[in-house]
């Protein structure tokens, strides 16, 4: 997993009126908190596990032990 930095840079955004429109919508009072979430989420999204990947497509009625096997014994 990439570990962030600490180090702060500033930067400047050029937002369209929809999006600056949304963000302080969104922000409650803190714009650059909310722009930074946003963009770190964006650019380095979680790590997906293969825990419950497959929630509700297998069944356990759909396992049938004697088949599951068959082919060490053969």
């Known amino acids: 997993m990439m570990e962030m930095s600490e180090k702060k840079v500033r930067t400047t955004l050029v937002l369209s009126e929809a999006v600056l429109k949304r963000l302080k919508e969104k922000s409650k ?8 979430e946003i963009l770190r989420n964006a650019l380095f999204p979680k790590e997906k596990s293969m825990f419950g990947e497959l929630k509700g497509l297998v069944s356990t009625k759909d396992i049938i032990e004697e088949e599951a096997h068959e082919e060490l014994y053969s």
């Open 29 to 36: 009072g803190n714009m650059s908190k909310l722009a930074n």
